[in-house]
């Protein structure tokens, strides 16, 4: 059983899903960092942890959408450059 039928279906996956993907498995790495760096900060000022966490998570959500967006803007700026046969 192949996942992808063709050639053009997996580079369609390429292009849309695997951006997803890399999000969802590098929000964790990144909640753990904030919550490291910002989470005790937050705690003291708000006193509560649910209100913290809540906070981080709207944090890694965004931190997440930029880093894709900038990897994927880099991507394609190497990806579009075709070396030159001689």
């Known amino acids: 059983m192949k996942l992808f039928p063709d ?3 997996k580079k369609r996956f390429m292009k849309t ?3 997803v993907i890399l999000g969802i498995a590098w929000s964790p790495i990144i909640w753990i960092m904030m919550m490291s ?3 005790t900060l937050f705690f003291r000022l708000t006193g509560s ?5 809540v906070v981080i998570l709207l ?3 965004v931190v997440t959408f930029f880093l894709l967006q900038f990897f994927m803007r880099l991507g394609r700026k190497f990806g579009n450059q075709h070396p030159e046969k001689s």
């Not at 942890?49 to 966490?53: C, H, S």
């Open 17 to 19: 899903g695997l951006p």
């Open 37 to 39: 760096t910002v989470g």
């Open 59 to 61: 944090m890694v959500v």
């Open 49 to 53: 942890w649910p209100v913290t966490q």
């Open 7 to 9: 050639p053009e279906t």
